[in-house]
């Protein structure tokens, strides 16, 4: 039996796009800098225009730190954008230009999706968000998670290629649905 995500999802806690009633939430334990993840992120973004408002989407950081040296500086630009409501804008401008993740990169991201640069570069050096996403790698790490990205659909970890036929294959059977 796959393993099962351990740290359920927390309409307060997680960044969620979707309704909160949807019948299929799928999770993605991901890695800012992962070429995988950047390869997924067009795929998932197309699957939740095609499976729509019966998709919940949750994203959580999984950042290799050993082969990714700017995955948790992203993953803590994501939670600092977060804390001002632009989670989603960060997620994307990050994704979308995966290639410069580096310090001010980041900041020019920042600048571009509207947040003020002095307060989101503080939360950076002072590192403000660091345990919000160990939280979320340990959760990863307990729910079976060791490589990115790796999704869980209705809490079961789907161990299935990142294609869009095959991720809208397993959101039609997945645990849960009714038929």
């Known amino acids: 039996m796959p393993p099962r995500l351990t740290l359920p999802v ?31 992120y067009p795929v998932v973004e197309q699957l939740r225009k095609e499976v729509g408002s019966r998709l919940r989407f949750v994203y959580r950081h999984f950042p290799m730190t050993q ?6 500086l992203a993953a803590e630009a994501a939670e600092a ?3 001002h409501r632009k989670f989603w804008q960060m997620h994307d401008m990050l994704f979308t230009h995966q290639d410069a993740l580096d310090e001010a990169h980041i900041a ?33 790490a307990r729910s079976g998670v060791n490589g990115t990205p790796t999704f869980f659909i209705n809490d079961v ?21 009714r038929r």
């Open 81 to 83: 954008a977060g804390s």
């Open 108 to 140: 020019d991201y920042a600048v571009e999706i509207g947040l003020a640069l002095k307060p989101f570069l503080g939360a950076l050096a002072s590192h403000v968000h660091a345990a919000r996403v160990r939280e979320d790698f340990m959760s990863g």
């Open 157 to 177: 970890r789907y161990d299935g290629p990142s294609d869009l036929d095959s991720l809208l294959d397993a959101v039609d059977v997945a645990p849960g649905i």
């Open 10 to 40: 927390n309409e307060k806690r997680d960044h969620i796009l979707g309704r909160p009633d949807a019948p299929i939430t799928l999770v993605e334990y991901g890695d800012f800098e992962c070429p995988h993840c950047g390869a997924a």
């Open 67 to 72: 082969i990714h040296p700017h995955a948790e």
